[in-house]
């Protein structure tokens, strides 16, 4: 049985106000973000495809979901700070995942804001992942339309032209 006050506690403790609930079947995967991943993005974590299941893989699990979460994370960053932020916000995700588990939902996941950066050089590969327990990937690695399942929540994101606008950030939880 879903106890939504219970778990919506749980994202204010960790900082998480901005959410919405959703059905994860509606989140938009597409070929379009693996291609944009593999040519074009320069980080390469041990949670970046290659290392990630294939976009017909990421769609499916999906579909094996009924309820989630859209957590967003608005922000000004300078380039400096990025990864530095994009760590604390990703382990805040990371317990937070752990207590919905530990609480019952037994197929708690958390689909990181960013990149990984829970170490400060990656490992690269999978298979020599520093925190294999904590790593999760990020909606891109996971072949999400970021842009697109944002806005059909009614959440803003725009390709910002530079670091002095606010960064709209998505992250998910899947929950049962
Ligand atoms: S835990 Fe460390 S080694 Fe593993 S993916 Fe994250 S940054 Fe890379």
Known sequence: MFNHSYLEEIFIKYGFEGFKWINPKEIIVAQWVRMKCIFGCPTKTACCPPNTPTVEIC????QEYDIGVIFHIPKIVTPEFRHEWSREVNLKLFELERETFIAGYEKAFAI?????????????????????????????????????????YGFPIDVLPDYSSVMNRYAF????
């Not at 769609?59 to 999906?62: A, C, M, P, Q, T």
């Not at 400060?120 to 339309?145: G, H, L, Q, T, Y």
């Not at 939880?173 to 049962?176: H, K, Q, S, V």
Request: proline content about 6%; some cysteine; aromatic content about 6%.
């Open 112 to 152: 990181f804001m960013d990149s990984c950066h829970i170490c400060a050089n990656c490992r690269k590969e999978r298979f020599s992942c520093a925190n294999p327990s904590k790593a999760r990937p990020s909606p891109e690695a996971m072949a999400i339309d970021v842009v697109r399942t944002a806005r059909q």
């Open 59 to 62: 769609k499916s699990f999906l």
């Open 173 to 176: 939880l899947l929950l049962e």
